[in-house]
C-alpha cells in the first residue's frame, strides 16, 4: 500500500488490491531505496528508511526449501551451496549466529497462494477471476478447452496460464478446502511476524532453480510460488544476485522481513552486494 497502483493494467479488485505490490528493480542495490522513495506514495515514512541498520543487531533466519511441495522443483544444489556460503559469511565475518528454521506451512505456499488470490475481501467482495482476465472482449476462457487446443497447438494462451485457470477452476469446486487453505494463510502470516520481529531477516532461495532457461518454466509453471507466497503475507522482500552458475546462469537469494521492515533487507542486499560482488555480467555482448 505505500507504491500507487494508479496506472496498471488489469487493476486489481477485492483482496488483490493489497496483493499487487510494485517495488524498484535495479542493477545496484544501493539503487533501490534511492528508486523506492521515488516511487512511493504519502506513506512513504511507514517504511522507516531513514533509520541507520546496525546488520549485527539484526536477527537472522534461514530455510533452505519449501519443506518439500510438489507443485515445484526441488531446490537446486548450486543455490543451496550459494545460500550456505551467505550463512557462513555473516557468520564469520558480523559474528551473527544465523538460525536455521523449519516452517511447516510453507510447503503449501502454491496452494495457500492460489486460495487467497481468490478469496472475498472484507466487504464479501470476490476476486476476478483469472480465466475472466484471459477473455477477449469480456468473453471468459474455458481453461480445459483451451488446453486441448493447445495441444494441438492452436490456443493462443501459454501452458502455465491454462494450468492457473484450472486450478482456479479447481478451487471453486471446494469452498471448504479453499476456506482452510485461508486461514492456514493468515496463520503462516502471524507466525511469520512474530517470527521476524522488528529486527528479523529470513534468507530464503528466490527460486527453486537458478535461471531458467526459454521455455523451461513451461515444465513447472507454479515454481513462482516461493516469492508469490510472500506476496499474499504481505511482507517485504529484496532479491539479491549471488553470482553466476557453473553453467554462467545467475542465481540469488531473497530477503524477508516483516511488515514495513524494507530498511533492513535493503541493507543487508547492500551487504552482501559488496561482500559477494552483486550484478555480474552474464556474457560478452
Known sequence: ????????????????????????????????ELMLRVMAGPGVNKLKLNEKVSLKKIKFHCMDHDGGSIFVSPV????????????????????????RVAIRKMKYSFQ????????????GQEAQLFTDLLGDHGKPVWPLWELMKWLVGMSSHTLPAIALGLTEKLMKLNPGGNAKLVSMGKSLQEEMEALLGPDGVLLYP???????????????????????????????????????????????????????????????ARYLEKAFGGWVLPGKV
Open 1 to 32: 500500500g505505500v507504491v500507487p497502483n494508479d496506472g496498471q493494467f488489469p487493476n486489481a479488485q477485492g483482496v488483490r488490491t493489497s496483493f499487487l505490490c510494485t517495488g524498484p528493480m535495479c542493477r545496484y542495490a544501493e539503487d533501490l
Open 76 to 99: 537446486d544444489k548450486e543455490i543451496l551451496q550459494a545460500q550456505k556460503k551467505v550463512v557462513e559469511h555473516l557468520e564469520g565475518k558480523l559474528g551473527v549466529q544465523v538460525q
Open 206 to 268: 528466490s527460486h527453486p532453480t537458478v535461471a531458467p532457461r526459454h521455455h523451461s518454466p513451461i515444465c513447472m509453471p507454479f515454481n513462482f510460488a516461493y516469492t508469490a507466497i510472500f506476496n499474499v503475507l504481505g511482507l517485504p522482500v529484496t532479491q539479491c544476485p549471488l553470482g553466476l552458475s557453473s553453467e554462467g546462469l545467475p542465481l540469488g537469494i531473497q530477503l524477508v522481513a516483516a511488515s514495513y521492515n524494507d530498511h533492513l533487507t535493503l541493507a543487508v
Open 112 to 123: 495457500i497462494w492460489s486460495a487467497m488470490m481468490s478469496s472475498k475481501d472484507s466487504d
